[in-house]
């Protein structure tokens, strides 16, 4: 009975969104005759809004069906839809028309990502223009900006502060110059990927501007409180992001006389998504820079954009429905952009995000953080429980996998997969945060403090990949057995990223091994923020030390590890096993290695890594019962491996193996 319940009630809504579409008829016929768009890319877009109006009218209308100003707003959805559309340079409804017959293009094996920040790379979008050979030299097809629009003065969270999506940061440049990149890069086979950051902005935006003249409309944009009774009752059930920012959610603003909700720094206004008009202003301005040339959209602090009194605040069902509705309108309108999820928290929680029709693809913290756990201790067991079932994913979509970002690392992996393996998970983020600030006794790593919260006693890490993984403290003591260690622990993790299945992402500095810079102190902007310890700033003239016949010092350093990341970035597009997102585990019987088969259309390669400073090996046997051969050829250093014998793996070594 509840099935027919069901279907009653879906027959009812397609109803009503059917007869919503023919009374806005008129109004798509209007914007037709006022835009120059021919007969057939108009059928195109019709076709499109068949497919999807109505699970996007079924979405909103839940969300926002009993809102007096509904219809109001679903109008104007649909006339931005069009308009988006209509405006859409025929070079990306090109790649559109191309993506729509290829939707899992980004799972080639081919496809390798790096992200940085404009100004410190090279200062500004024009000059960044000059660089495109620098991103094909190391293997790039994605390329991911920091956010770059235009920020409040002051603090701006590193671009996630911004005041305006229409407008470039000045010191960066103009729209026009990041249309001129994108065609660029578009040229030179790079998706270009930007952020869209939605669930709050500066606040000085118009928005945030309005609502503090006093205008009500606008006042309703966020959640804006006169005292504290409402703030204090979500209190109770919210956690703190930025407790060293300030303690709480919510900032008192003094011109306003009002408590605002503020998740991130105080400056950071959320978005109010219960009401209908926010979602259609934040969707006219992704439309507008989808338009820009933008190839994927990372969806900024997703898991944060719904709230309901009485819950976390985070993840809610109605934020996934939010994100669905945008997904909709960029099938109708920007057919081949993509969204990738960033949605940093508990990993039952990550999962849910990537689908098809919400974002198809998204970085994968869990993997991240497990990597660098099983650096620190040296065992594959945690990450192994952990991947062996939370990595499958959804057709059609992919992980991003990375080692570091622009943010710290969060030891988001789950209680129970711990206990499973008889590790106290309280007990184990207490020594991982000992052993990546340096002071568990022996540790390699220089990572600093994020986030410490004394009455929790929770805490993040911040530092560069190469401080992490040991190189900086080599450097510092001189020692070359050191070094050496740590160089090869750089090139394990980046030999597991581009293996292991989906999107490698590097940031950039990476391919230098760039140390932790502590000069950010000195800037009052970014001195209470430890993540600018790994934001360093490109130094080109580490390029000419390629070029160079140095056999030591840092400059040997570098250039190894520029060599040794190109080399197997390059290896990777020659292997179709890395395609996609298939992936086997090994039970290498072997707590120190990591072993697992990668499978594409017939073509299979072996992934084993050995997380330890001492060699060890697995039964040659092994290999043979999963990789149905008896020889196999190591990608990487084209040694043959014979499984009549025991495989060995020097320290930290990474193996790609091939049948021969
Ligand atoms: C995301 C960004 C982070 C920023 C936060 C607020 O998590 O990655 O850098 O601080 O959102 O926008
Ligand atoms: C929290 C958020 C994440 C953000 C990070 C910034 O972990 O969940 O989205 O990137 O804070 O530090």
């Not at 497919?51 to 996007?56: Q, Y």
Request: hydrophobic fraction near 40%; charge should be negative.
């Amino acid at each position: 009975m509840i099935g027919s319940n069901d279907n009653a009630a879906r027959d009812d809504t397609q109803f009503k969104a059917d007869l919503t579409l023919q009374r806005l008829q008129p109004r798509l016929e209007e914007l037709w005759r006022s835009t120059s768009i021919d007969d057939s890319k108009q059928h195109e877009f019709e076709a499109r809004l068949a497919e999807h109006w109505r699970p996007l009218f079924r979405i909103l209308y839940h969300l926002y069906g009993a809102r007096y100003d509904f219809f109001y707003h679903i109008e104007r959805v649909l006339v931005t839809a069009a308009q988006a559309w209509a405006d859409r340079s025929e070079d990306l409804c090109k790649l559109d028309r191309h993506r729509i017959h290829e939707p899992d293009w980004f799972k080639s094996e081919k496809t390798v990502g790096g992200a940085l920040y404009v100004d410190l790379f090279s200062e500004n979008l024009n000059r960044l223009r000059q660089h495109v050979g620098y991103f094909k030299e190391l293997g790039l097809t994605y390329l991911h900006l920091m956010p770059l629009f235009a920020v409040r003065p002051g603090d701006n969270d590193g671009g996630y502060a911004i005041s305006n999506y229409r407008s470039v940061d000045p010191r960066l440049g103009t729209i026009d110059d990041l249309r001129m990149l994108s065609q660029d890069l578009r040229k030179a086979g790079i998706a270009l990927v930007l952020d869209f950051v939605f669930n709050h902005t500066a606040d000085d935006h118009e928005w945030a501007q309005m609502a503090q003249a006093g205008n009500r409309e606008y006042q309703e944009f966020f959640y804006i409180f006169p005292d504290r009774e409402r703030p204090e009752q979500y209190e109770r059930t919210l956690r703190e992001i930025f407790p060293t920012v300030r303690r709480g959610n919510f900032t008192w603003h003094d011109g306003m006389q009002q408590w605002v909700w503020t998740t991130f720094n105080s400056f950071q206004w959320d978005l109010n998504y219960s009401n209908p008009a926010v979602f259609r202003a934040m969707l006219e301005e992704m439309l507008f820079i989808a338009n820009t040339g933008v190839d994927i959209l990372r969806l900024d602090a997703v898991a944060f954009i719904w709230k309901q009194m009485g819950t976390g605040c985070e993840n809610l069902p109605e934020a996934h429905l939010l994100i669905q509705a945008f997904n909709h309108v960029a099938r109708i309108a920007t057919p081949g952009l993509l969204f990738k999820s960033e949605a940093i928290v508990h990993p039952d929680e990550v999962v849910k995000y990537i689908r098809p029709n919400e974002c198809q693809i998204s970085y994968n913290p869990t993997l991240m953080a497990l990597l660098w756990e099983s650096l620190a201790t040296r065992r594959v067991t945690l990450l192994l429980q952990t991947l062996r079932h939370r990595f499958q994913l959804p057709k059609n979509t992919a992980w991003v996998n990375y080692l570091r970002c622009h943010d710290d690392i969060g030891w988001t992996f789950d209680d129970a997969d711990a206990a499973a393996v008889g590790i106290n998970a309280y007990d184990h983020r207490q020594f991982l945060n000992d052993f990546y600030t340096g002071q568990f006794q022996g540790s390699f790593a220089r990572g600093v403090p994020f986030q410490e919260n004394l009455a929790t006693g929770d805490m993040r890490i911040s530092g560069t990949m190469a401080s992490l993984a040991g190189l900086e403290q080599a450097i510092e003591q001189d020692d070359e057995q050191k070094k050496e260690l740590a160089i090869r622990r750089m090139m394990l993790l980046h030999g597991i990223t581009l293996s292991i299945g989906g999107i490698p992402l590097l940031y950039l500095g990476e391919e230098w091994g760039m140390l932790n810079d502590y000069d950010f102190v000195k800037d009052p902007a970014k001195a209470g923020d430890t993540r600018w310890i790994h934001r360093p700033k490109m130094k080109w003239e580490y390029l000419d030390e390629l070029e160079d016949h140095i056999e030591a010092g840092n400059g040997s350093i570098r250039k190894r590890v520029f060599r040794s990341i190109q080399k197997l970035i390059a290896l990777r597009k020659t292997l179709p096993a890395l395609a996609g997102q298939e992936m086997e585990l090994i039970g290498t019987s072997n707590e120190h290695v990591l072993g697992y088969v990668r499978f594409w259309n017939g073509h299979r390669l072996i992934v084993l890594a050995n997380f330890s400073e001492s060699m060890n090996t697995i039964d040659g046997n092994k290999l043979r019962t999963v990789g149905l051969g008896r020889f196999f050829e190591d990608a990487i250093q084209g040694k043959t491996y014979s499984t009549s014998e025991p495989v060995a793996l020097e320290p930290y070594q990474i193996l790609w193996l091939n049948r021969v």
